[in-house]
Each structure stands twice: as structure tokens, then as C-alpha cells.
């Protein structure tokens, strides 16, 4: 069975940093894109970052870039999402997410291109 479990959400003030991580287990992970997406309440779940299978190349979206990082660490199979200078707009639950090939067709950027799912954490920015 494949798991995705993250951690290290909490609350934070506006300004801090936190770095979420996400253990996959029951699948190696390390010949396909992560990817970090987030969501609100009655909102879709949207894209925040993903990196493709070997690391060398990341994503972001307009909304986080330059204030957040990700980065795997495949012989652990685990991949982490730095976040800085968080706002209170980056409050959301995030979810870590897993490809099952190489190159998604649906691209970095789409929900659809990640069949694996964690449970998501809770990002809490206080003003």
C-alpha cells in the first residue's frame, strides 16, 4: 500500500518559515515528479511547487516563487517544501503528491498528473 505522510505544519506569525516533509513508503518515488499543493475551504485544491524526478529541475507557482523551496531526497524517498516569509494567504492544508511516471502528460502543474495523495498538514499564517 502507498503512503504519503506529511509534517511539520503548524502555526505560524506572519514573516516565519516552516518546512514541511513527506515520507513516501510502499512505492520508491525516485523515477517520477513530487509535487506540494495546497488547499482552503471551499476552494480546488491549487498548485504550489513540484520538482521533477531527479531533482534538477522545480517548479513554482506565481504565488509562492522566491519565498518557497522544494528539494527530494530520493535514496530516503521523502521531499520537503521550505517555506519563508510565509502570509497569512499561505494558510491552507497542504498535501504532498506523487507521480507514477517520468514525464506526467498531464504536465508539473496539474492535480491530474499525481495518483498518489497524502493526507495533508495544516499551515496556519497569524497575523
Known sequence: QV?????????????ASLNLSCTASGRTFNSAPMGWFR???????EFSAAINWDGSS???????????????????????LQMNSLKPEDTA????AGANTRYPRGGYYSPRSYPYWGQGTQVTVSS
Open 3 to 15: 503512503q504519503l505522510v506529511e509534517s511539520g505544519g503548524g502555526l505560524v506569525q506572519v514573516g
Open 58 to 80: 522545480t517548479f513554482f507557482a506565481e504565488s509562492v516563487k522566491g519565498r518557497f523551496t522544494i528539494s527530494r531526497d530520493n535514496a530516503r524517498n521523502m521531499v520537503y
Open 93 to 96: 492544508v497542504y498535501y504532498c
Open 39 to 45: 488547499q482552503t475551504p471551499g476552494k480546488e485544491r
